[in-house]
Structure formats: structure tokens, C-alpha cells
């Protein structure tokens, strides 16, 4: 809405939705840069005390090695439950595996 003129030029009225609208607009540009700046998160763990199975060898136990030891997770979430409706072996390893490798009768259960 125009106020007035003065010398040719249009003075306008800034209204509080004007004054709201700059500062969404900012506030969602921020949200966005944060957004990309932010890095997903890939947690990996593996049991320690006392040491799992497939861990085990890192501590001078006599078992084979397993240098993914930190990546027993069912398989990832979307084949936990994609592909085996939720369904875990109990030490972390796929479902549909047989003999899972962790588990009694596996590589590495030797004891």
C-alpha cells in the first residue's frame, strides 16, 4: 500500500505480516543450512566386558577372527524389518542365517 509520493518515488507502508514474513523467511534459510551441515549419525559398539563371541580374540582368546565385530546390528534396520518382520538372533546377527555365525553351532561359538 502506498503511502504517499515524494520527488517520484513510492513510499510504503511496512506492515507487521512484511515484518513476519522476512523474518520466516530467514528463519527457514538458517534451518535448511543447519540442516545440510549436520552429519547422520552411524553409531557402531561392540561388547567388552565381557567380550562377545566374535570379540573375544582381541583380549588373547584362542577364536577366529572377526574384524566386524562392531557391525552385528540384525543385518540394518530396513532388512530387520523389511525382510524379517523385526526378527533378531540374539547375538546381532541376521535372522534368516543358519547357523548364525554368533550363535551356538556358528563359526564362532567354540566353547
Not at 552385528?72 to 541376521?94: E, F, L, V
Amino acid at each position: 500500500e502506498v503511502i504517499f509520493s515524494r520527488c517520484g518515488m513510492n513510499i510504503m507502508k511496512i506492515t507487521l505480516i512484511d515484518t513476519f514474513n522476512s523474518w520466516m523467511f530467514f528463519f527457514i534459510h538458517i534451518c535448511v543450512v543447519l540442516h545440510w551441515m549436520i552429519a547422520p549419525i552411524d553409531g557402531h559398539g561392540r561388547l567388552i566386558d565381557p567380550p562377545s563371541r566374535v570379540s573375544a580374540w582381541r583380549y588373547g582368546f584362542n577364536t577366529p577372527k572377526d574384524y566386524t565385530d562392531h557391525e552385528y546390528n540384525c543385518g540394518g534396520m530396513s532388512h530387520q524389518y523389511g525382510r524379517n518382520g523385526g526378527k533378531c538372533g540374539i547375538c546381532g546377527d541376521a535372522w534368516e542365517l543358519n547357523p548364525r555365525p554368533s550363535e551356538a553351532g556358528g563359526k564362532y561359538a567354540t566353547g
